[in-house]
């Protein structure tokens, strides 16, 4: 077996390329799996991949560990209003980043000129305090008749 020792060859701007996300791959299902949960998309915040009123699935489960770049699902709880209210919960599409100040959850859009801004959740000092809100780990898209649709005419262009 050999051994080899050497500098690390990459710029600067090459090395900042290699740690960026890479581009997210989405499985199309006909069905839900049973291993899965699905969760709809309320707004555009992660278009185009995701628009609004498509539905995701995604691995079941706590315990995810955030990934730069990953897509995740996002439990949020609001606690109750009053004595004899419930507390509410809600699942959000969200992306997850690595800063320079700690993790955030947020929308694949960063914001463009002009347009809504989306705000993001963070920042979280170390990951598994953002893993505490993961509640699973985005793989596909469901394949409903507005999704289709949408592949069928941005497909035509």
Not at 77 to 89: L, N
Request: net charge negative.
């Amino acid at each position: 077996m050999a051994m080899f020792a050497a500098h690390n060859v990459l710029s600067a701007i090459d090395r900042k390329e290699a740690e960026q996300p890479q581009p997210i791959a989405l499985q199309m299902f006909d069905s839900v799996p049973r291993w899965a949960i699905v969760c709809a998309a309320d707004s555009d915040r992660n278009a185009p991949l995701i628009r609004a009123g498509e539905v995701v699935v995604a691995e079941d489960g706590r315990g995810w560990l955030p990934v730069d770049g990953g897509l995740f699902l996002a439990e949020y709880v609001s606690a109750p209003a009053i004595a004899y209210d419930r507390e509410k919960r809600h699942s959000r599409i969200v992306q997850t980043r690595k800063g320079p100040d700690g993790w955030y959850l947020g929308g694949i859009r960063q914001g463009e000129v002009g347009q809504t801004v989306y705000v993001a959740d963070g920042p979280y000092e170390d990951a598994t305090k953002l893993a505490e809100r993961l509640v699973g780990r985005v793989v596909g898209i469901l394949r409903t008749a507005s999704f289709i649709e949408r592949m069928a005419t941005e497909g035509g262009r």
